[in-house]
DNA sequence: TTATTCATGTAATGGGTTACATGATTAG
DNA sequence: CTAATCATGTAACCCATTACATGAATAA
């Protein structure tokens, strides 16, 4: 059964528009809002970069035009060949586990390169930023909570963020003392 | 000061060579096998990558040829202005906190496009991959800590990578109990 | 009516991947 | 002597980013 493309390439970016639009039906300007807004820490896309992708999923079969709206919007579903390559690619294809992560690069690199004082200076400001988005995501994620269930999708998927800023901050926090033992 | 380029572009692969080199003077072969091994879910880049970047990044000074060895071997070390042009965009530059992962973008979708079965069963395989990392590079740093301080800038990095397992092991955890839990 | 947002795109450029090429050195 | 590994690269292709273009609808 199928896959995307002739020669078996990976493209991951037809799977995860397939599975934005298995989410709710979407046209390209709202799915370039999603993934600049939920998704910048998963998978960045833009704008430019979906339309022609969009025109491949239809061309194949794989999402359809559901709607048309004012300014030319046009407005994509998943056709049941979409949710069937979507399944296939969740469930049978291998994941691709390497990731290119500039905070992860950066963090990497920190206390190799930096004096013990540049280290904690760069170290609070990243503390920081990540205390905010997840006492945003927290704050969010209760209020939430009041209209829908825990096992709700998008209440896994918020989790998995909130874990990952949890993540680097413990780590900030950690190294944060390991550095201050140096001295 | 500087900046690598005319037009002022991120280029982060330079960064992360630069960075490397900071650890200790390398070949391009060396290089990507440290990409490959120790990075790959930080920064991923390969050998045919390498070689232009290496070349640039010595025409402009920033890192020279150290020694010389068998087969054509260059080893490249950090010039002063490579280090001055690391720590610049280590402290001074904004990071670019986009990431592009398909692990994270499988997990956000798995509870959105699958049935609850399989969605339990990709879990399962996850965590069993994320269990088998954790566990190896848990051993690998309790064996080096008879060796080096905790403080080492390489423990500080082994410990992040432990850390973004083990939020990845505890999210598999958490989404199997809400899963069963719709049940 | 003017500015903003919505909405879809194209063109040029740059970065990343795959496949291929070449040959030296070392291990068995 | 043969296979594996070390070591550096090139070429073609694909994917991603930036800048730009166009115009419709809505809010002030």
Chains 1, 2 share one sequence.
């Not at 989410?23 to 022609?52: D, M």
């Not at 930023?129 to 009041?146: C, K, Y």
Request: aromatic residues 8%.
């Amino acid at each position: 059964m199928s896959g995307l493309a002739k020669t078996e390439v990976d493209l991951s970016l037809q799977h995860a528009v397939l599975g934005l639009l298995s989410v709710a039906p979407a046209s390209g300007y709202e799915l370039a809002k999603h993934f600049e807004q939920t998704l910048p820490r998963v998978w960045h896309a833009q704008n430019p970069q979906l339309y022609p992708v969009l025109s491949k999923l239809a061309a194949s079969g794989k999402i359809e035009v559901s709607a048309q709206g004012p300014r030319n919007r046009s407005t994509y579903a998943l056709t049941p060949a979409g949710r069937g390559e979507l399944r296939h690619w969740l469930v049978e294809v291998e994941p691709d586990r390497t990731m290119r992560s500039e905070v992860y690069l950066r963090a990497f690199l920190l206390t190799f390169a930096l004096s013990a004082k540049d280290a904690l200076e760069v170290l609070d400001r990243e503390a920081k930023v990540w205390q905010r988005e997840r006492d945003g995501l927290a704050s969010f994620i209760a209020e939430s909570e009041q209209f829908v269930a825990p096992h709700d999708s998008h209440m896994i998927a918020y989790d998995l963020t909130l874990r990952l800023a949890d993540a680097m901050l413990g780590w900030c926090d950690e190294t944060r003392r390991r550095i201050e033992a140096r001295l």
